[in-house]
């Protein structure tokens, strides 16, 4: 799955949970909503995303990120 998938799927995940964690136990959680939304805004705008700097560390330490399509699938 590419970087930006995993980008979107994560935003996407944290805003209906935050949602969720707002109607059925404290309000307060639609800061967390606030807070994805604002660095989706900022990311568009400067065009640098905190969380794909995240993945891409935890992508090299992994060995390449992809369950399928390691050295192994390469020699095959």
């Known amino acids: 799955m590419s970087i930006e998938r995993q980008i979107r799927l994560i935003a996407g995940s944290l805003i209906l949970i935050s949602l969720g964690l707002a109607v059925w136990v404290n309000g307060n959680f639609l800061w967390l ?3 994805v939304g ?3 805004f900022q990311s568009a705008i400067t065009k640098w995303c905190l969380m794909e700097d995240i993945l891409r560390k935890f992508e090299n330490k992994e060995g390449g990120g992809s369950c399928c399509g390691g050295e ?3 020699h095959s």
């Open 33 to 35: 909503t606030a807070f």
């Open 72 to 74: 192994e699938a390469k």
């Open 38 to 40: 604002a660095n989706l």
